[in-house]
Nanobody, 115 residues
Framework: QVQLVESGGGLVQTGGSLRLTCEVS????????MNWARQTPGKQRESVAT???????NYADFVKGRFTISRDDAKKTVSLEMRSLKPEDTGVYYC?????????WGQGTQVTVSS
């Protein structure tokens, strides 16, 4: 069983920063793919950033230059450093990992950016 727990969400003003962290626990050996996704009001869930075990990284266009994804395989964590936050970044942020060919999602953490 694989569990994911996100932390670090909260309320921040426009232009502010937050750091999200997702801790993976359970029967986990290697984690080929780690991803952050979000669901903003009125929209479907969308990918924000992905990092592979080979440190290949992809960002959605709307966060390029503002967000940074990183992973710590020893701690089995993936983090998302978010800077220059905008009100449109408000939403629930989810951690997702691929383990053993299966997708696993966290419960999400709320990020609210006030104008």
């Amino acid at each position: 069983q694989v569990q994911l727990v996100e932390s670090g969400g909260g309320l921040v003003q426009t232009g502010g920063s937050l750091r999200l962290t997702c801790e993976v626990s359970g029967t986990v050996d290697t984690i080929p793919i780690m991803n952050w996704a979000r669901q903003t009001p009125g929209k479907q869930r969308e990918s924000v950033a992905t990092i592979t075990s080979g440190e290949s990284i992809n960002y959605a266009d709307f966060v390029k230059g503002r967000f940074t994804i990183s992973r710590d395989d020893a701690k089995k964590t993936v983090s998302l450093e978010m800077r220059s936050l905008k009100p449109e970044d408000t939403g629930v942020y989810y951690c997702k990992v691929v383990v053993g060919g299966r997708l696993h999602w966290g419960q999400g953490t709320q990020v609210t950016v006030s104008s």
